[in-house]
């Protein structure tokens, strides 16, 4: 059977699509011999006459090109089914919708008619599908299987949401801190998730006043200050490697295609990068590192201080 050169992948489960694609592309790029070789395209700009001219270049140094068109939104897909009449053999292109593409889609005709062309659907996951992910997904972050388990049961059905608060437990336990019942109770957002994006969304350059609204009203719904606090940490040392990419002449889909984190957050975070010195960051790390040991070691109160905390960042 011939290799596949052209795939898309849709469907409503867009977290799986997005991983495969992150592995598709990771071994196509394993055989190319140099940098010119790829080129990841940005969807918000992305038309038929740009795809097609992508497509239809022709390789430098390598023995093929690699061309990744990532997140595209469900309704605007049909509109690039025309750039994929002509696909040369020295081309190979991953497309990934965020949606589930209709039976009479144009886009997905089309690549179904292109030579060595797979159209491949992600369902959503539900019940033992979900429980399985999950678990397996555990064993792969170094957690017991059976943390899956009460992930699940405390965050929406979200494969998303489910592998943040995944890897939120792996980095807690990386640093030396235990899993207990205790911090599980704390650290398992469930329903604050919606809460904690707004938080980190009005971090940065300076906290406003709805950083500070939404704080406290974690606080006063059950939220550890102190996991708010290693939260935020975790936000500013992502817009921190982020920047440091960016800073490197890396695009926002260069940085999407090496980072674990799910696209939109990195998306934020490029935009986040931009309005704030490396310097400021990394000072805002420290500062958070300083608040934890003063709250452990008793020099101030965990609810006080997070206030404190947010006002020197």
Known sequence: ?????????????AFLA?????????????ELVSDFGYEPLDPSGINAAKLRDAVRQLPFLDPFRVIALRSVPARRADSLATA???????????????????????????VGAAEAGIVREFVRLKGRGLSDWSSNRARELGLPPSLAAVVVRASPADLG??????????????????????????????????????????LLPRPNADAFRVARSLVRGGEQPTVIAWRLSRQLAMVLEVR????????LSEVQAVMSEHPF?????????GSV?????????KALLAYEWEVKSGQVDAELGLDGVLGRL
């Open 161 to 202: 949401i489910i592998d943040s608060e995944l890897r939120k437990l792996a980095g807690y336990q990386a640093a030396g801190f235990p899993l207990d019942r205790e911090a599980l109770a704390a650290l398992l957002a469930g329903g604050h998730e919606d809460e904690i994006f707004q938080l980190t969304d009005n």
């Open 84 to 110: 994929l009449k002509e696909v040369p053999e020295t081309t190979r292109l991953l497309v990934t919708v965020s949606g589930r593409l209709a039976a009479g889609s144009a886009l997905l005709k089309a």
């Open 18 to 30: 997005e991983e495969e694609g992150r592995r598709v592309l990771e071994r196509w790029r394993s």
């Open 265 to 273: 957050r990195v998306q934020k975070a490029f935009e986040a990068a």
């Open 277 to 285: 010195e490396p310097a400021r960051l990394e000072a805002g790390l």
């Open 1 to 13: 059977m011939t290799d596949p050169r052209v795939l898309l992948f849709h469907g409503e489960e």
């Open 244 to 251: 440091s990419r960016r800073d490197r002449g890396e695009s």
